[in-house]
């Protein structure tokens, strides 16, 4: 599985840290919306294409302006 991209609401601490995760694997692409820090929890979501996957991603960018990507 290799990592696309990579966003981050800009917010340190365990508890305010949010990222969320591209990743591509042999022609599926998933989605992590991990909250918490790398030990948080996380939520993924499986698509069969990047257009389906970059729409979720858009998604879940549109509950804050501070969103950074990162890669």
Do not use: C, F
């Not at 996380?42 to 858009?58: F, K, L, Q």
């Amino acid at each position: 599985m290799e990592r696309r991209k990579h966003w981050w609401n800009g917010t340190w601490g365990r508890l305010a840290r949010h990222d969320i995760y591209l990743y591509e694997d042999g022609g599926r692409w998933m989605v992590e919306s991990r909250e918490g820090g790398a030990d948080g929890r996380s939520r993924w979501y499986e698509y069969g294409d990047e257009d389906a996957a970059t729409e979720r991603v858009r998604g879940l960018l549109a509950d804050s302006p501070h969103w950074r990507q990162l890669s």
